[in-house]
């Protein structure tokens, strides 16, 4: 059955850096686009980054650009979240996604404080 499972989370300093992974079974990897979302306490779960199956068709949410980079590997059926120059804003719990038909991961904890 279709799997995702994020990994890479954890406790930064404010200007830190993670990277976050996503590794992929179940499917097609290679077919489908991916997302990576994130949901902070309280808050509506957001799209940070969406990339397309090739690798192309990257996009950002706002608050994001230029600090975050998504990636992926098809032939390690792998999708990277870069994160750097972290703020507290970015403390959430951070999913994968693989879009239409929907698939969530079970999420890692990113949490950036001093």
């Known amino acids: 059955q279709v799997q995702l499972v994020e990994s890479g989370g954890g406790l930064v300093q404010p200007g830190g850096s993670l990277r976050l992974s996503c590794e992929a079974t179940?499917?097609?990897?290679?077919?489908?686009?991916m997302g990576w979302y994130r949901q902070a306490p309280g808050k509506q779960r957001e799209l940070v980054a969406s990339?397309?199956?090739?690798?192309?068709?990257?996009k950002y949410t706002a608050s994001v650009k230029g600090r975050f980079t998504i990636s992926r590997d098809n032939a390690k059926n792998t999708m990277y979240l870069q994160m750097n120059s972290l703020k507290p804003e970015d403390t959430a719990v951070y999913y994968c996604?693989?879009?239409?038909?929907?698939?969530w991961g079970q999420g890692t904890q990113v949490t950036v404080s001093s």
């Open positions: 996604k693989r879009h239409s038909p929907a698939s």
């Open positions: 179940g499917f097609l990897f290679s077919s489908y686009s």
């Open positions: 990339i397309g199956p090739a690798g192309g068709s990257i």
